[in-house]
């Protein structure tokens, strides 16, 4: 048996829908945290890992039913840039994970029901230059020289014991590429999302290519989108069904424009949470929120979609 259809998550999927959580960064910035950094939100793995465990036990709380960890941004490249080990990093990579699994724990001792999932994010290469080039692609690098790059923190992620990695806010089918390349031979399933632009990704590919990379790979339980406009997502979702055959993942922004420059959201959210039906009548098994949705509207999607 596959991967994609034998594992414990991937049978959650096969008998209902399950709801994500939204902007972990969304969540700590709420809370009274400075994310100005070009770590964001992974910074707070070293400083103050506790804040990460209660942002994640607050979307627990609100509904959700998957954690996805503060590794987005947690490279081995990004942390040498601040003087900490490659040791040091790995165990930062293991502790985004621990704390996941720990906000499962306390939210299951106050009645939480379950199962509670946690997701070991893998973010784009682009995310680790922190310059917004994760929203453009194109790096100039090959898929070879991109799979060297993210192989070793996905070792230590899975190694970790996640129940799945996120493999999320792609840009660019040849880093999708590269991804799948890398989470061969892991053990872990993952789920596969594009940051799009209309009916392209962000790096001007049509979608239907770049869904098509992963409908065969049997590591990728669900493919879909994220980081995107609310707007988006509808379309995408109907393709990324046709086009793989799996279940869909769809986890969009509030609406409002990340400004790289002045490393602020601009504009209002568009996002309404009753938005999900369509998407899960489309094929969407795992749906949920990402920048700037916080666990208010997650509440209101778990409601949506009777979860």
């Known amino acids: 048996m596959t991967i994609s259809t034998s594992s414990p998550f991937a049978q959650a999927l096969a008998t209902g829908t399950v709801v994500l959580d939204g902007g972990l960064s969304n969540q700590l910035r709420s809370a009274g945290h400075d994310l100005s950094d070009e770590l964001w939100s992974a910074r707070l793995l070293m400083e103050q890992p506790e804040a990460i465990t209660e942002a994640h036990l607050a979307y627990f709380e609100a509904g959700a039913s998957v954690a996805i960890t503060s590794s987005y941004q947690a490279t081995f490249e ?8 490659e040791e040091r990093a790995a165990e930062l990579l293991a502790l985004s994970v621990e704390l996941a699994r720990e906000a499962a724990r306390q939210a299951g001792a106050k009645g939480v029901r379950g199962p509670l999932w946690v997701a070991a994010s893998v973010g784009p290469y ?22 060297r790059f993210h192989r070793p923190r996905m070792e230590v992620l899975a190694e970790a014991g996640p129940d799945l990695l996120a493999l999320e806010t792609v840009p660019d089918a040849d880093e999708a590429r590269a991804l799948l390349r890398a989470v061969r031979g892991l053990g872990v399933p993952a789920w596969l999302s594009y940051s ?12 239907e290519e770049a869904f098509a990379v992963a409908a065969d790979a049997d590591e990728v339980i669900a493919v879909g989108v994220n980081c995107c406009a609310p707007e988006d997502a509808d ?3 109907a393709t990324a069904a046709r086009v793989t055959g799996k279940p869909v993942v769809v986890y969009p922004n509030s609406g409002e424009t990340w ?3 002045a490393r602020a959201w601009r504009g209002h959210s568009t996002f309404a949470p009753e938005q999900v039906i369509g998407w899960e009548q489309g094929g969407a098994r795992l749906i949920g929120g990402c920048c700037r949705v916080g666990p208010e509207a997650v509440a209101r999607i778990a409601t949506a979609l009777g979860a």
């Open 78 to 85: 990004g942390f040498a840039r601040r003087g900490v080990s």
């Open 259 to 261: 400004d790289a420059g």
């Open 196 to 207: 799009v632009a209309g009916e392209r990704t962000r790096a001007g590919q049509p979608l």
């Open 126 to 147: 682009g995310a680790m230059l922190a310059d917004g080039s994760e929203y453009r692609g194109r790096y100039g690098l090959s898929v070879v020289e991109l799979e």
């Open 235 to 237: 379309a995408a979702v």
